[in-house]
């Protein structure tokens, strides 16, 4: 079993290429729900739908929602003066009515998530970090607290932050199939994803640091930092705003209590030797997943890289 750390794209892009390498019903992506919101009372989870879309071979090239959507719904409520700054296609609406029936009627975001995934034909398995509410929020420079979405998609991810919380961690514990996967996987791969906003969340799961942190001889991450900077999103200038280096050596270091390994790209192969010096094996190599082939190959990296044990391990 493999298991990993997944937020949207970046993680989602990995796993279209990990499931041509393994067998798919080997994978577990444990999703992070820090993004999660409600929209017009419906409960919308992004990172769990564009990993679940990607992995059923639906998604748009945006990164986020279905390809080939309409958007009658949205323009309806634009009629009436209703936000539509988060843009809810007419074919993706369906699986947040499904997922908030669902819910409502008493089933786990672990068990809706599943049925979704069986249904669309997706053969990985994917589960949500926790089945209750965390929520990603962020303060703004000028003092506002904002949650997530509307930071990243109602302000573009333009504005500057001072700080994250992720409120509710204290009372959520991570789910079951999240614990059983990292507890079995021989390998955990933390994908390359917002360190702050996307692995942030997960990690912020005592049960799940802790765990990681027994276990990080078969923890390996891929950097989303290449050359200094996110190849889309806000982790960059996030990593900068919090104090961190905008680099693949900065995620290294906010990694290091829980992975052993990192796979970083050519144009950073300068940073090695002070990535090695937090106590990780290093590869370099390309890491743009520029398609299937270009994912399934960092993803074979990946794997080759933990599955080598250390030399006074071996
Ligand atoms: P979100 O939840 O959709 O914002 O996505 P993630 O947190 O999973 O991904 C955002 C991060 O993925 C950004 O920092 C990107 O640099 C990184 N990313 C996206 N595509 C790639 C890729 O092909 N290679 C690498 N190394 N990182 C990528
Ligand atoms: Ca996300």
Redesign the pocket.
Same mark, same amino acid.
């Given at each position: 079993m493999i298991a990993v750390l997944? /937020? /949207?794209? /970046?993680?989602?892009?990995?796993l279209s290429g990990l499931v041509d390498v393994v067998e798919p019903e080997s994978v577990v992506a444990v999703v %992070?729900t820090g +993004?999660d919101l409600r929209w017009n009372t419906l409960y919308v989870a992004? +990172?769990l739908d564009?990993v679940t879309y990607t992995l059923a071979g639906l998604n748009a090239t945006t /990164?986020?929602g279905l390809e080939g959507e309409s958007w009658r719904t949205l323009e309806t409520l634009d009629r009436f003066g209703a936000p539509t700054w988060f843009g809810i296609g007419d074919m993706d609406l369906a699986t947040h009515l499904y997922r908030s029936e669902q819910l409502a009627a008493g089933r786990t975001l672990s068990e809706v998530t599943a049925a979704i995934a069986r249904s669309l034909g997706v053969r990985a398995n994917i589960v949500p970090m926790s089945d209750q509410p965390v929520r990603t929020m962020l303060t703004l420079d000028g003092g506002d607290e904002v949650d997530f979405q509307e930071y990243?998609v109602h302000h573009r991810h333009s504005v500057a932050i001072s700080s994250v919380r992720f409120a509710g961690i204290e009372d959520a514990t991570a789910s079951v199939g999240a614990l059983g996967a990292l507890e079995e996987a021989e390998s955990i791969i933390l994908?390359?994803? %917002?360190?702050i #906003?996307? &692995?942030g969340p997960i990690l912020a799961l005592e049960e799940i640091s802790s765990l990681l942190r027994r276990r990080r001889d078969h923890v390996v991450a891929?950097?989303?930092?290449?050359a200094g900077?996110? &190849?889309?999103?806000?982790? +960059?200038r996030m990593l900068t705003e919090l104090g961190h280096e905008s680099t693949a050596f900065g995620v290294a270091e906010l990694l290091a209590h829980v992975a052993s390994a990192m796979?970083i790209?050519n144009a950073d192969a300068a940073l090695a030797p002070r990535i090695a010096a937090l106590g990780y094996r290093v590869t370099v190599r390309d890491? #743009?997943?520029?398609d299937r082939s270009?994912?399934a190959a &960092?993803a074979a990296a990946t794997l080759d890289l933990v599955q080598t044990l250390p030399i006074d391990r071996a």
């Amino acid at each position: 079993m493999i298991a990993v750390l997944s /937020g /949207g794209v /970046g993680a989602a892009r990995l796993l279209s290429g990990l499931v041509d390498v393994v067998e798919p019903e080997s994978v577990v992506a444990v999703v %992070n729900t820090g +993004d999660d919101l409600r929209w017009n009372t419906l409960y919308v989870a992004p +990172d769990l739908d564009t990993v679940t879309y990607t992995l059923a071979g639906l998604n748009a090239t945006t /990164g986020w929602g279905l390809e080939g959507e309409s958007w009658r719904t949205l323009e309806t409520l634009d009629r009436f003066g209703a936000p539509t700054w988060f843009g809810i296609g007419d074919m993706d609406l369906a699986t947040h009515l499904y997922r908030s029936e669902q819910l409502a009627a008493g089933r786990t975001l672990s068990e809706v998530t599943a049925a979704i995934a069986r249904s669309l034909g997706v053969r990985a398995n994917i589960v949500p970090m926790s089945d209750q509410p965390v929520r990603t929020m962020l303060t703004l420079d000028g003092g506002d607290e904002v949650d997530f979405q509307e930071y990243f998609v109602h302000h573009r991810h333009s504005v500057a932050i001072s700080s994250v919380r992720f409120a509710g961690i204290e009372d959520a514990t991570a789910s079951v199939g999240a614990l059983g996967a990292l507890e079995e996987a021989e390998s955990i791969i933390l994908a390359p994803s %917002n360190p702050i #906003v996307s &692995l942030g969340p997960i990690l912020a799961l005592e049960e799940i640091s802790s765990l990681l942190r027994r276990r990080r001889d078969h923890v390996v991450a891929i950097s989303p930092i290449i050359a200094g900077a996110a &190849l889309k999103g806000p982790a +960059d200038r996030m990593l900068t705003e919090l104090g961190h280096e905008s680099t693949a050596f900065g995620v290294a270091e906010l990694l290091a209590h829980v992975a052993s390994a990192m796979v970083i790209d050519n144009a950073d192969a300068a940073l090695a030797p002070r990535i090695a010096a937090l106590g990780y094996r290093v590869t370099v190599r390309d890491t #743009v997943m520029r398609d299937r082939s270009t994912s399934a190959a &960092l993803a074979a990296a990946t794997l080759d890289l933990v599955q080598t044990l250390p030399i006074d391990r071996a």
